[in-house]
């Protein structure tokens, strides 16, 4: 029996318990104590003044240090998943762009062999894929490759939604064959999601009735009045947001990087939709933890050329490129930007997405029975220590992106 008992201020669902301490055993927790004399004798890590946290979850990221998931190399998929480890993310569903079928086979094949031989020296552990690219509006590409993009084609999705480990499915709901493609998606247990789109209310309506229930990043490269006044005229239509706020069983992302969204938006996601159904996602590309210069998104064979600055990225003509920050910087942007409500903050990047994609028996929380999936966080909330199931991130792995 394996045991590890960490002291310091966890953080639960709704609340703090301070001086408290979480008890492991053999890589789960077994209780969670108030702090007590008896623990004095036994082989404890203090932590008191700092947080422990759940392992953040991210349902939406691409790469990190150099590495993008589409590369398809089990290298490059390791070296994301260790960068991101290092940013607090234990649970990690890598995520799919544009690009060929054999890019997406490659990527996803690579992603099994690193599931299946997982140790915490490989980073966060990968909770399932995000098929999230080719199926996106030619209107709403964004940064992504757009000679990768296509309609919905059966015989490739039924493929790729076939394969145990895709648990998250994106489809722009206009596309021509959306429907199918939700309802096969459905049939193969995944989590549902719109993404990429111009949909109005009435598409969006006909995909909820096949099983979608989520958008994607919250207000970037989504339907808006006025992209859809540009695609139907007027009178002037109902699109994403009107859709989520007022279907309450729908939920949505934020990229809270400081970046993408003000703070006053931030503030209106928390408080109009919730951190019950608004959750943090990175979105993070290859250029996290690397220095400012020219990187490739999606795939390193002939992905869209992006550049960094070392805070933001962007393509050629000036548009964000999704982020590269760790979820640690998603949380210190939310909690900032809301000016408390901790729990609140930490469900958004650990509970509620684990919720979302059917985890939460495993992860997401820190509960008896729970993987011990632990951040310790000091009181800026930046990162000290991760443990995995138990093990602490090895130092080589802690230190391998620097």
Not at 43 to 57: E, H, N, W
Not at 226 to 235: D, E, I
Not at 324 to 329: A, E, K, S, V, W
């Amino acid at each position: 029996m394996k045991e590890l008992l960490l002291k310091g201020n966890v953080i639960l669902e709704d609340a703090i318990r301070e001086d408290a301490v979480i008890r492991c055993v053999d890589g789960r927790i077994a209780a969670i104590e108030p702090y007590a004399s008896a623990h004095e004798g036994e082989d404890l890590l203090d932590f008191s003044g700092r947080y422990l946290s759940p392992g953040f979850v991210d349902i939406h990221v691409h790469g990190g240090a150099g590495a993008d998931y589409m590369d398809g190399t089990v290298d490059a998929v390791r070296r994301t998943n260790v960068a991101h480890a290092r940013h607090g993310t234990t649970s990690i569903f890598p995520t799919t762009t544009t690009g060929s079928f054999a890019q997406l086979d490659a990527m996803v094949k690579a992603c099994e062999n690193v599931q299946a031989s997982w140790t915490p020296a490989d980073g966060a552990r990968i909770a399932g894929l995000h098929f999230y690219g080719p199926y996106f509006a030619e209107d709403k590409v964004g940064i992504h490759a757009p000679e990768g993009r296509r309609d919905p084609v059966r015989e490739e999705y039924e493929y790729f939604l076939g394969r145990k480990i895709i648990r998250i499915a994106t489809c722009a709901s206009e596309l021509p064959g959306a429907l199918a493609f939700f309802d096969h998606a459905r049939q193969q247990g995944c989590f549902i999601t719109c993404g990429h789109s111009n949909a109005c209310w009435s598409e969006l309506e006909a995909a909820f009735a096949h099983g979608m229930r989520h958008v994607d990043h919250f207000w970037c490269a989504m339907s808006s009045v006025a992209s859809l006044r540009r695609r139907f005229g007027t009178p002037m239509q109902a699109g994403m947001e009107q859709y989520v706020l007022a279907n309450t069983s729908m939920s949505t992302e934020v990229i809270a990087d400081g970046i993408h969204l003000s703070d006053d938006l931030l503030r209106f996601a928390f408080r109009l939709i919730g951190p019950r159904r608004c959750c943090l996602v990175t979105d993070a590309n290859r250029a996290m933890d690397m220095p400012p210069g020219q990187y490739r998104f999606g795939s390193r064979e002939d992905g869209s050329w992006v550049w960094s600055d070392g805070h933001s990225v962007r393509g050629e003509d000036g548009s964000l490129a999704s982020s590269m920050h760790g979820m640690d910087r998603m949380v210190r942007t939310m909690a900032r930007a809301i000016g408390g409500d901790l729990p609140a903050v930490i469900r958004m990047a650990s509970l509620t997405p684990a919720e979302l994609t059917g985890i939460a028996g495993e992860a997401g929380s820190l509960a008896p029975g729970k993987r011990a999936d632990i951040v310790v966080l000091d009181r800026e909330l930046e990162v000290e220590r991760v443990f995995i199931g138990g093990e602490a991130l090895p130092a080589a792995a802690a230190h391998a992106c620097n």
